[in-house]
């Protein structure tokens, strides 16, 4: 039994002790299905369960804290989630994304967490927005765009060169918490990051020649992926994607769509493709489904290799690419 391994049985001893001399109307059975062989791991959302499951393997137990089919931005935690995140021994999360969990981590986890906000720098929300014409750096914000002034685009695992790079730091932070498995989890960090890059590769060679570069999207969470692979973003909303855009960005967003005739409009899974179809109505484009893989549909057999090579494929159709 390692040193890791006996302080967690040593603790679930002393809790269970604890319980029994307490009152017998308060007992409880401690965090569902802690296992005092596997790190206990909490990711605050899909991409990085997939990354913690993939370098964790059999050494870990992730629990996402966003159901499938769930959008995760505006994320509430029940008792029993804020009780997962105190209990666990790893917190992945992307600080700023999810204000709820933020909360948590700050009154019971602060020494347990993992931003990967912190592995590199954010790209700015505005940064590589496409400008309309007439507009510059003093142009008035739009309803429904002022959430993008000064703040952070999150959506950094849409490059998967930057996913990989936070899979080789939790790969590291795993290593401190369970020491005896270290070399185990850099070993299956050292594969993710091939998968990775190989997957970069892919769409660099599958992006390379297109007939369009623009991309209409239903909110503005592809700004990593447009920048890597030399695309242009038109966001219909900001980074919210529940947040109605106003009949003038509407406005403005067909007559782009016009102009680099658009021949699909975007939409994603978790969010209805209602205003998607408006534009491609009035353009006489079609839709289709560009996933930002902030978590995957409910009862979906896929993982973040196949959605972003579904998205690849989704892209060089629509930009007509060779």
């Not at 002790?17 to 909490?42: E, F, H, I, K, M």
């Not at 059999?58 to 769930?70: I, S, Y």
């Not at 079609?286 to 579904?310: C, F, H, K, N, W």
Request: glycine fraction near 8%; include cysteine; hydrophobic fraction near 40%.
């Amino acid at each position: 039994m390692n040193n890791r391994t006996a302080s967690r049985v040593l603790a679930a001893a002393t809790t269970a002790l604890l319980t029994l001399g307490g009152a017998a109307a308060c007992s409880t059975d401690g965090p569902a299905g802690a296992d005092p062989q596997r790190v206990d791991v909490v990711a605050a959302f899909y991409p990085l369960q997939f990354i913690a499951e993939r370098i964790g393997g059999d050494a870990v137990r992730v629990t996402n804290l966003v159901k499938p089919g769930a959008e995760p931005h505006d994320l509430e935690l029940n008792p029993s989630q804020v009780g997962e995140v105190s209990e666990a021994e790893l917190i992945v999360y992307l600080k700023g994304f999810q204000p709820a969990v933020d909360e948590a981590i700050e009154q019971n986890a602060t020494d347990r967490a993992f931003d990967v906000a912190t592995v590199q720098p954010l790209r700015d929300a505005t940064a590589g927005a496409h400008e309309h014409e007439g507009e510059g750096a003093g142009a008035t914000e739009e309803p429904g765009h002022e959430e993008e002034s000064g703040g952070k685009d999150p959506h950094l695992w849409l490059d998967p060169t930057r996913l990989a790079t936070v899979a080789d730091q939790l790969a590291e932070r795993l290593g401190k918490v369970d020491p005896d498995r270290a070399a185990d989890f850099t070993s299956r960090a050292r594969a993710l990051h091939a998968d990775l890059e190989k997957l970069d590769g892919e769409y660099a060679t599958g992006l390379t020649t297109c007939q369009r570069r623009e991309i209409v999207t239903s909110h503005t969470a592809f700004g990593y992926l447009a920048e890597r692979y030399r695309l242009e973003q038109v966001g219909i909303t900001g980074l919210s994607p529940d947040v109605e855009p106003s009949p003038q960005r509407l406005a403005e967003v067909i007559e782009e769509a016009r102009e680099h005739k658009a021949t699909t409009i975007f939409f994603e899974t978790l969010v209805s493709p209602k205003v998607a179809e408006t534009i491609a109505g009035q353009v006489g484009a079609q839709t289709a489904v560009l996933d930002p893989i902030e978590g995957l549909a409910d009862g979906s057999g896929s993982d973040y290799l196949s959605v972003m090579r579904t998205n690849l494929q989704t892209l060089r159709t629509a930009l007509g690419c060779s």
